[in-house]
């Protein structure tokens, strides 16, 4: 698994000890794609570490294969994510300091590991995605994942993954505990009308804000 630290005042890395966000990108990306995501959220301080996926995907990078066959790849890159997260507390980096993103296949398996860990994270943010088995992940929640804070936004004209289809899931992990601030805008299968509400969650994570 390749990684890259981009700090965002794109200077060297922050020593260990400091904070984190942890980026997960979408089918076919890669760590590259977000580039732009340290100067837009301009948190000082905060080190950020983009991930690429691991099976090569038309340029890119997918962290499972295509419905009906995702299965394989969802559990493999949930066995990934954790070996990750040993290596980044090794590395001096405290659960406690870091925040999880994903967009997309990035936010499937934010919610897929995160939902499970029992690292005490800062907390964890999804956009435009959707849960592999929400039945089965519902009965997995672990309880300091119950503790964190989440956010998971959608857009209602989402052309590939449908808004309802994704809120239905959503509601399922809320009825089973998990403290999901589920919310909708307007707008298609990216980031835009949500971005200041994801760097005000992600400030307030890594602070230690209240929801």
């Known amino acids: 698994m390749k990684i890259e630290t981009l700090p965002c005042d794109w200077g060297a890395p ?11 990108h979408g089918r076919g990306d890669s760590s590259e794609g977000f580039h732009w995501m340290p100067g837009a959220m301009a948190l000082p301080g905060v080190s950020w570490l983009l991930v690429n996926a691991p099976d090569p995907w038309y340029g890119g990078y997918s962290w499972y294969d295509l419905p009906p066959n995702q299965a394989r790849g969802v559990f493999r890159s949930r066995e990934l994510l954790e070996r990750l997260f040993d290596e980044i507390e090794g590395q001096g980096f405290a659960p406690e300091q870091t925040v999880l993103f994903g967009f997309s296949q990035g936010c499937l398996m934010t919610l897929e590991w995160g939902a499970r860990s029992e690292r005490p994270l800062a907390g964890c943010i999804g956009v435009s995605g959707y849960v592999y088995d929400p039945h089965a992940l519902a009965l997995e929640l672990s309880d300091a994942a119950r503790s964190r804070r989440w956010l ?48 005000d969650a992600m400030e307030g994570m890594l602070l230690g804000l209240p929801a």
Do not use: C
Not at 14 to 24: A, F, H, I, S, T
Not at 184 to 195: E, F, N, Q, V
């Open 14 to 24: 922050q020593e260990p000890n400091g904070q984190l966000v942890v980026v997960l």
């Open 152 to 199: 998971v936004t959608h857009g209602t004209q989402d052309e590939v993954l449908p808004h309802d289809v994704t809120a239905a899931q959503v509601q399922t992990l809320i009825d089973a505990g998990l403290p999901l601030d589920f919310r909708s805008y307007a707008k298609t299968h990216t980031i835009g009308p949500d971005l200041q509400d994801i760097r």
